[in-house]
């Protein structure tokens, strides 16, 4: 090496401690001052947001608060309750009460409204009697906790079993008769999803977690760990007695943070009268750390950039640049060769092979010399590849297609389809290609490389082959039941077609009575029967619990009313397992198309409504809509 070579280098290695030192000097000052104030940020941040979160969540809960004190005063529901004993067993006395809530579910838009009379014990919703209020049920627990207290209303976080089992905030109050007797209990519920939503919103925006708990420190409403002791997961449990006493102020205090032993995170808490529960917010510093970090990490690779450019501007160092690159790509064809079965380079710009390798790559696929490329891969694909992937194939590797994607910006280009050496034993491959400029020839080239993924491709299939079918059964699920149904309706809409839902009669008893084992075995061998009843072209499936739908084409009303009765007659059997028996039987609704809708949704509404008066008929019967 030439002493001018050395001087070079010593000065360029000046340069870059200068620039380093400066740098680092920067980033380092700017990191310090960044922390104190993102501590003060923190602060601000989470007493505004559990300000802000504080005022929505009391405008929340005063409506359906004023609504069910409305009905708990409400003159005509408490004649409804005196006049219980005389019209229980009326249909039209269920239907008034039912007509009654309903009005206020779709008045108010709540997910749950409902009235417990305390007499018969009896939980009346929009659909009716939905079920008795029995001690024995650990459901019915708030219930009888309720009335033992002293307050007038009270809120509890459970599943409603009116929509689908889903976490449900229900505001309870107590009606009264003209004693202060407690004659029945009358509340709304607000799915937790909208609080979920409006917690998610603040998470998302500000950065930090937020909570309700109770009085014991549980989770009743958050977006993660319900039902779980906040105190516990967050490792604050010295801290619970002090901050649950705080139940007038706001209350608010830097830990130790409980993911690192190196940072801190700010909790406030505010206690909420209309609740009884206590809003929680808590943001650690961890990730605005990070970040600074990330940023000091940033600017040390920016120095290590400059670095480099600099040494290569001003050493000139090209000869020895030069065999680096040629010792890395050979080191990166080597390892590649490795990974993929061929790799081939073709000049898209003149439509042909870029070198002789793959010249001979191709006629051994059958691709005679001095064929332009785009004929080349018609003759693979008609020789080789199956039918269905060959137009796909074409038209991703075509050179139209690959010099449109290098002026879109893209240059990797991937596709995967079947191919066959005999033309009879197909196997999945995959090419992946790379489009760059070739500066020597001033054309745009592209790299292929072919694998074989035949394993894995297979695996990824069935997987998702299982997710369209419903384990226990191995019907279709609720997702493929309405995409093959909506598919179905869209490309054929001059065909008749019947829409089932299918119900077994009683089967929560039969679970009540056997257990759920024997519950899933009445479940399965209902689908099997279901299945040898239909054509593999129908659509047969579960849409969850007891409920089943079948999908198919029709030409009259007549031949729907022959299959129903067949369904009926099959279905009606006596199910044993292990000693256990059971008669079941199964109601029916039916919605037709076009004359019910030409969508799910719709023919499903209807088909329920007629299970319904199938139901209310003596069960085991079946209801068309129009009828």
Avoid at 563 to 586: F, T
């Amino acid at each position: 090496m030439h002493k001018k070579d050395n001087v070079l280098i010593k000065t360029n290695l000046l340069i870059c401690l200068i620039i380093v030192v400066g740098f680092l000097s920067t980033a380092l000052l700017s990191y310090q001052a960044n922390y104190s104030t993102s501590l003060k940020s923190i602060e601000e941040v989470s007493s505004l947001t559990s300000e802000s979160i504080y005022y929505q969540l009391t405008t929340a809960f005063a409506k359906p608060i004023h609504v069910s004190l409305t009905m708990a005063n409400d003159s005509l529901l408490r004649e409804y309750i005196d006049n219980e004993n005389q019209e229980l067993n009326n249909q039209n006395y269920t239907k008034t009460i039912a007509n009654y809530l309903d009005q206020y579910q779709k008045k108010y838009n709540y997910d749950s409204v409902f009235l417990i009379s305390t007499e018969s014990q009896c939980y009346y919703n929009f659909n009716g009697i939905d079920r008795l209020m029995t001690k024995d049920n650990l459901e019915n627990v708030w219930y009888y906790e309720f009335l033992e207290s002293k307050e007038d209303y009270s809120l509890n976080v459970d599943n409603d079993e009116a929509a689908h089992d889903d976490m449900t905030v229900f505001v309870n109050c107590k009606i009264l008769d003209d004693q202060n007797k407690v004659t029945a209990v009358v509340g709304v519920g607000v799915k937790l999803e909208s609080l979920q939503t409006l917690f998610a919103e603040y998470e998302k925006q500000f950065g930090v977690n937020v909570y309700l708990v109770d009085n014991n420190g549980k989770v009743q409403i958050s977006t993660k760990n319900l039902n779980e002791d906040y105190f516990k997961i967050k490792d604050l449990e010295d801290k619970k007695e002090e901050i649950l006493s705080y139940n007038k102020d706001k209350y608010q205090f830097w830990t130790k943070n409980y993911n690192t032993k190196h940072n801190d995170n700010f909790m406030v808490s505010r206690y909420i009268d209309d609740l009884s529960w206590y809003l929680v917010i808590d943001q650690d510093n961890g990730s605005v750390i990070q970040s600074f970090r990330n940023q000091l990490y940033g600017t040390i690779l920016i120095i290590i950039v400059i670095i480099i450019g600099i040494l290569i501007i001003v050493t000139k160092v090209i000869k020895e640049f030069n065999k680096q690159v040629l010792q890395r790509e050979e080191a990166f064809r080597t390892v590649t060769e490795q990974l993929y079965d061929n790799i081939y380079e073709l000049n898209i710009t003149l439509n042909c092979t870029a070198n002789t390798s793959t010249q001979r790559y191709f006629e051994s696929l059958g691709v005679s010399v001095g064929i332009p490329y785009d004929e080349g891969i018609q003759i693979i694909a008609q020789k080789q590849i199956k039918e269905e992937f060959r137009k796909g194939y074409i038209d991703t590797f075509c050179t139209q297609n690959v010099l449109k994607q290098y002026e879109l910006g893209n240059t990797d280009l991937r596709y995967d389809f079947m191919i066959s050496q005999d033309g009879i034993n197909y196997y999945w491959i995959r090419i992946d290609a790379i489009i760059y400029y070739n500066k020597e020839d001033e054309c745009v080239h592209m790299f292929t490389y072919r694998k074989t993924i035949d394993h894995e491709k297979r695996v990824e299939l069935e997987m998702e082959q299982l997710a369209c079918y419903d384990k226990l059964t191995n019907l279709y699920n609720r997702g493929s039941i309405q995409l093959m149904i909506e598919r179905m309706l869209n490309q054929n809409t001059n065909q008749m077609y019947a829409f089932f839902i299918l119900d077994i009669d009683n089967f929560k008893s039969t679970n009540d009575l056997y257990g759920h084992v024997f519950g899933d075995y009445v479940l399965t061998q209902f689908a099997g029967v279901l299945k040898e009843n239909f054509r593999t072209q129908d659509v047969v499936g579960r849409l969850g619990g007891d409920e089943f739908i079948a999908f198919i084409p029709i030409s009259s009303l007549y031949s729907i009313e022959g299959k129903a009765k067949r369904l009926l007659d099959v279905l009606n059997q006596e199910i044993c397992l292990d000693g256990d028996c059971m008669k079941i039987s199964a109601s029916i609704g039916i919605s037709i198309v076009p004359d019910d809708g030409n969508d799910f949704v719709s023919l499903y509404k209807k088909a329920d409504m007629a299970l319904y008066i199938s139901k209310n008929k003596g069960r085991n019967t079946f209801t068309i809509y129009n009828s």
